[in-house]
């Protein structure tokens, strides 16, 4: 504890959670409030730090992506002694008026849409990729492809798998 009376956040850790219930109302309120505002603090630099970290490998995650023939997905690469693995999520959108029409059409030729198509209209990209070639296309007007955020780890000491 601290030599006064007023606790801080590095005494909450070695108490226990019925003595920090305990506390003054204020001293809560306080605490709270501290905590709180070093949360945003850390995400900010946080957030600062990943922009940072995409800004240096975002080009050299690309070019790793081409080579190995992928637009989206995770790839590995070493920068010295540390590991970079690159995320890049892909999102799929599908618009809900085209799909809305291509199941009326699945259904006008006597088959099952449920087979390819969400009762939510969209389609599984499983299921989109398995399709033969002639029924991909008349689904791709409905889809759009959108990459998520850039999601980067750094693995000191490790060398790329």
């Known amino acids: 504890m601290t030599i006064s009376n007023h606790i801080t956040l590095a005494d909450i850790h070695r108490m226990p959670v019925g003595?920090?219930?305990?506390?003054?109302a204020d001293q809560l309120a306080m605490l709270k409030e501290t905590a709180d505002q070093q949360l945003t603090q850390a995400k900010t630099v946080s957030?600062?730090?990943d922009?940072?970290?995409s800004l240096k490998?975002?080009?050299r995650a690309a070019e790793c992506r081409h080579e190995a023939g992928k637009d989206t997905g995770t790839i590995r690469f070493e920068d010295g002694d540390v590991t970079?693995?690159?995320?890049?999520?892909k999102r799929i959108d599908w618009d809900q008026a085209k799909l809305a029409q291509i199941a009326e059409n699945i259904a006008s030729a006597g088959e099952d849409p449920a087979e390819f198509i969400e009762t939510t209209l969209k389609v599984s990209e499983r299921k989109y990729t398995a399709l033969p070639e002639s029924w991909r296309k008349g689904f791709e007007p409905a889809r759009t492809v959108r990459t998520g955020k850039p999601k980067f780890r750094l693995l000191l000491?490790?060398?790329v798998r």
């Open 19 to 24: 003595q920090i219930a305990a506390l003054p």
């Open 47 to 49: 957030d600062w730090l």
């Open 51 to 53: 922009g940072a970290i």
């Open 57 to 59: 490998y975002a080009e």
């Open 84 to 89: 970079v693995i690159a995320d890049l999520a």
């Open 157 to 159: 000491g490790e060398e």
